[in-house]
């Protein structure tokens, strides 16, 4: 019998014993032993505390600040269970921890004590807990937020229950942004799943109820959502053309969005639907991520002659060459240029008969080359004279070199447009589409696609300022290609 009357026995009385007995740290016993408790578990309450006897597991004491919070959360009959250690204390930032069968209680000064229990234990856990990335728990869990959904914070970010999803954390850049849009109850909702990294470009991605918020070096934390970003999504989001997003979405009175990327920009157009901008900084950056969506066969060096819309006539045209060692594709050079008359035809769809002047859209290669005289170029060359001629006619000539004294439309005179004042074909190079040996000819499909001179629309070719001619000839390769079309149908 002890001096405050009430007996202490078994390992209880040996744990007391161990702490100072009645002038230790939990003082004299205050109430009797209890026994039978579920799991055949012993409790007694003391000056300053308990201690716990739980079969299977050891015998227990809980004491000051973490004992405080323990009873408030219900005590061995609440969600955390009984204590399955001694407290431990002198952790990292002078706090104190006490593992339970449910979870677990921290002090940590400066902040409070609170307690980390069920699923968003499981994932702190999975994270390290204390020792991990969010550190220390600095306020207790809240349920019973829109959508049922439980949250927790902690020294670096929070953890969320959510019903029917699973249970997530939010850290770093990405929660100083989702806090900054208003958290779960901004518009991005809840989260969806756990930050994915290792995108492109060593970017980060988290989806959330209404969106999702990207990270990467150089283009910030910004968030994606509603329409403009159903529409990112279907553009194969950060390994598109386009890249990450480099501001959150701006809208005016009118209800018109606009959002700026890395390598372009996206526009919700009241009434009118999403509009799409391309910069020429991310077509060789299109051609690492796959973003292009024509076969370019590894070829050392790739053109990308680009509109920006149906029925414009002026194109921009950028160079990719491999560079040594990594094989990542990093502009050469570039231009603008003119297409067709028309514009661009649609993917798939046949640029003839030629007077339609429509350009077609694709991946072609380039092999041969003619003109007045060689420039210097490593392609085939072809040196023109009176009698050249290019097929137009529905014959075996069509859409191939051949020689005739004749001059009858739809056959070119090769000649005629070479030395004539604006000297089209003075130099140029033949684009192979509807021909070998990209394909076989097709009849009426379309015929004299070329690269060539006089910067002006044209009947389906492309025409460039002669310098910017010269310098695609002088360092083109046989095998090199040339994709060209709208911006929209050719990168994702």
């Known amino acids: 019998m002890h001096a405050s009357g009430f007996a202490v026995p078994g390992s209880i009385g040996a744990k007391h014993d161990g702490l100072g007995g009645d002038a230790g740290a939990l003082g004299p016993a205050i109430g009797e ?33 973490i004992n405080a919070r323990y009873q408030t959360l219900g005590a061995d009959a609440g969600g955390l269970g009984y204590p399955i250690g001694d407290e431990q204390c002198g952790l990292r930032g002078n706090a104190c921890s006490q593992q339970f069968q449910r979870g677990s209680i921290y002090y940590v000064p400066g902040y409070g004590t609170f307690g980390v229990w069920g699923a968003i234990n499981g994932r702190y856990q999975a994270f390290g807990g204390s020792n991990g990335y969010l550190g220390y728990p600095v306020g207790d869990e809240q349920c019973g937020l829109s959508g049922n959904v439980c949250a ?15 249970t997530f954390s939010v850290i770093g850049a990405i929660n100083a942004r989702f806090a900054s849009l208003g958290g779960m109850y901004g518009y991005l909702g809840a989260p ?28 910030g934390t910004e968030p994606v959502w509603g329409g403009l970003g159903g529409f990112y999504d279907s553009r194969h989001s950060q390994d598109s053309v386009i890249g990450y997003p480099m501001t959150a979405e701006a809208c005016d009175g009118a209800g018109n969005c606009s959002q700026s990327f890395q390598f372009g920009q996206l526009q919700w157009i009241s009434g009118g639907g999403v509009r799409y901008t391309i910069s020429t900084a991310g077509y060789c950056h299109a051609l ?7 076969p370019t066969a590894g070829a050392q060096r790739v053109s990308l002659a680009i509109a920006d819309s149906y029925g414009s006539t002026q194109v921009s045209m950028i160079t990719c060459v491999r560079r040594p060692g990594d094989g990542q594709y990093v502009k050469e050079w570039g231009a603008i240029g003119s297409d067709g008359e028309s514009g661009f ?4 769809v046949a640029t003839g008969p030629t007077w339609q002047a429509f350009s077609p859209t694709g991946s072609f290669t380039v092999t041969e080359a003619f003109g007045l005289g060689n420039p210097g170029t490593a392609l085939s060359y072809r040196t023109l004279n009176q009698f050249s001629r290019w097929g137009g006619r529905l014959n075996g ?29 003075r130099q140029g190079v033949v684009i192979n589409y509807n021909r070998p040996p990209d394909s ?35 360092t083109a390769q046989a095998g090199d290609r040339i994709v060209m079309g709208v911006g929209y149908d050719i990168f994702w």
């Open 345 to 348: 035809a649609g993917p798939g």
């Open 440 to 474: 076989s000819i097709v009849m009426n499909a379309g015929f004299a696609i070329f690269m060539h001179g006089n910067n002006k629309p044209t009947w389906g070719c492309l025409a460039f300022n002669d310098p910017d001619l010269l310098q695609f000839m002088q």
């Open 33 to 65: 032993q209890q026994c039978g408790l579920p799991g055949g578990a012993c409790r007694q309450q003391f000056q300053k505390g308990w201690i716990y006897y739980v079969p299977g597991t050891g015998t227990f004491y809980v004491w000051a600040a």
């Open 192 to 219: 969806r799943g756990e930050e994915q990294c290792g995108l492109r470009f060593g970017g980060c991605m988290q989806q959330f109820a209404r969106g999702k918020i990207y990270f990467a070096i150089g283009a």
């Open 152 to 166: 927790q914070s902690f020294q670096h970010g929070a953890i969320y229950f959510v019903p029917g999803y699973g």
């Open 397 to 425: 000539n069509y859409n191939q070199y051949f020689e005739s004294s004749s001059d009858i439309f739809p056959d070119e005179n090769m000649w005629y447009f070479a030395t004539r004042p604006t000297h089209d074909y």
């Open 288 to 294: 690492n991520s796959g973003a292009v969506k024509y």
